[in-house]
């Protein structure tokens, strides 16, 4: 009784271990020299930026396209809202390009000063049609945008003043119907559907990754998932997938080197 008790306590104080074989891989794709940054779209392509030059690369019988975008200035997010329809957003334009599924250039980009946005830091989908959120890094002020009638829809003010100190964003997303943002300090806070602040994660976190009810970080070999509400912590120790960085997509991880993104299907059991 007493070895079964001390058991039961080890079980739930102890980090939970899972087995790496989970991971199927699927497919890989080459990175082009000089590649700033990419990320998947809900379809499994892969859009990769880099020398003002954006590509999106397919598997299976689609075509891959590769466009000049040096009009549109840098870019510093790639924004895939559906197949059809994907954000690119640039620091320096302060602007919001809409391009379609052939990566040409649809209507006039948005400018970002029209809605009173002085330095546009991160911008995330919103899971509602047409509704992209915009952080005003001078103003502290984050502000949902209807992209189909130029307006705005809801704007949060202060939000240094919200959570209580100096925030630097670097990074926001909805999940869930959620708005998570993190900061350089690698604090991340969750607001609710309607922006109101619901908490602030007790541990630091250096991407905002989720699958399910988890929150992922890669950690040199292994995977961590935090559960976002219990905190129980699973570990996944991957020795044989050469991986820099991680960006998840349903049940699709995406591992990137210098050289290559290896796909994976999660599968646990």
Request: hydrophobic content about 40%; charged content about 20%; aromatic content about 14%.
């Amino acid at each position: 009784m007493v070895l079964r008790n001390l058991c039961f306590i080890f079980l739930f104080f102890a980090e939970i271990y899972v087995c790496a074989q989970e991971f199927d891989f699927k497919f890989s794709f080459t990175i082009p020299e000089q590649n700033q940054l990419w990320i998947p779209d809900n379809t499994g392509n892969v859009y990769l930026y880099g020398k003002n030059t954006l590509t999106k690369a397919s598997q299976g019988q689609l075509p891959s396209f590769s466009q000049s975008i040096k009009s549109i200035g840098n870019i510093d997010q790639i924004l895939p809202v559906n197949a059809l329809k994907t954000y690119l957003f640039s620091k320096d334009q302060q602007q919001l390009c809409l391009i379609d599924n052939t990566l040409s250039m649809q209507s006039q980009c948005l400018d970002l000063e029209e809605f009173d946005i002085l330095y546009a830091q991160a911008c995330a989908i919103s899971s509602r049609p047409d509704l992209v959120y915009v952080y005003d890094q001078f103003n502290s002020s984050l502000y949902l945008i209807n992209t189909k009638n130029n307006t705005v829809v809801q704007k949060v003010s202060n939000l240094e003043g919200i959570i209580g100190h100096e925030l630097e964003i670097s990074e926001i997303l909805e999940y869930n119907n959620d708005l998570f943002f993190k900061t350089w300090q690698n604090e991340i806070f969750e607001l609710d559907m309607f922006l109101n602040l619901k908490k602030k994660f007790t541990s630091l976190h250096g991407e905002l990754l989720f699958y399910k009810e988890y929150i992922v970080e890669l950690k040199n070999d292994t995977l961590v998932f935090k559960h976002m509400i219990s905190e129980e912590i699973k570990k996944i120790q991957l020795p044989n997938i050469s991986k820099d960085e991680l960006k998840i997509n349903g049940n699709s991880f995406y591992f990137s080197n210098d050289k290559e993104i290896s796909v994976y299907e999660f599968n646990p059991g």
